[in-house]
């Protein structure tokens, strides 16, 4: 059984810039989460995409937004980048919304 | 929104011995989990457990839902065990989805 997969492991961008990020989900599971982990602190929560519906949001502006697929595999598209924005994304996928999430190793992005 | 609290923020221990992590959340929770980070950043699960208790090897953790706590053991602390630890809670109903607390920093000395 294959787990979460996240795509790619690092990246670099310039502030103003977009950026997009995938994730794999785990076979069988179709609601995929996504969080923003500044360093030094906690996960926080960014959405949820529940067989392709968004089934909630936390406190990120509209420039953050998703997408879940048909295969339930996931993007996160961030435009109008600002330094803030550097962090680790993790995505989590779970059999079903409310049940256990597994995460991915992550993507690290740098915004100068 | 739901408030998660941890304590202690950091701990130091030798390898051998014992330790007690805590979280309190703030209003009632159907979704509580414990993580190990790595020093790679990935989230390792160690338990689900909205509430009763649970063992998996030298770690075990009891959430008792009444009175809005959970407390991860670990026994036999190995060097392997130093990480950050977070606590991770979802509200029946609400918006976000897994709210995590500031988590534990543990450091496992030889």
């Known amino acids: 059984e294959t787990g979460v997969t996240q795509s790619p492991t690092h990246l670099i961008k310039t502030r103003g810039q977009q950026v997009t990020l995938r994730c794999s989900s785990q076979?069988?599971?179709?609601?995929v989460s996504w969080y923003q982990q500044a360093l030094g602190q906690g996960p926080q929560f960014i959405f949820q995409y529940y067989r392709e519906e968004e089934n909630g949001r936390g406190n990120f502006p509209p420039r953050f937004s998703g997408l879940q697929f048909p295969n339930y595999s996931s993007e996160l598209n961030v435009n109008a980048l600002e330094l803030d924005d550097s962090a680790l994304y993790l995505c989590a996928s779970s059999l079903d919304y409310g049940y256990e999430q597994y995460f991915g190793p992550g993507t690290r992005l740098t915004v100068t | 929104g739901i408030q998660v609290e941890q304590s202690p923020p950091d701990l130091i221990l030798q390898e051998g011995a014992n330790s007690t992590l805590r979280c309190n959340f703030s209003d009632s929770v159907n979704n509580l989990q414990w993580f190990h980070q790595n020093p790679w950043g990935q989230l390792i699960n160690l338990f689900y457990i909205p509430s009763g208790t649970k063992q998996n090897g030298r770690l075990s953790a009891t959430t008792v839902a009444t009175e809005r706590y959970s407390l991860l053991y670990i026994s036999s602390s190995q060097t392997t065990d130093s990480g950050v630890y977070f606590c991770a809670v979802e509200r029946l109903g609400g918006s976000e989805k897994l709210v995590f607390g500031k988590g534990t920093k543990l450091t496992v000395n030889p």
């Open positions: 076979s069988g599971h179709n609601t």
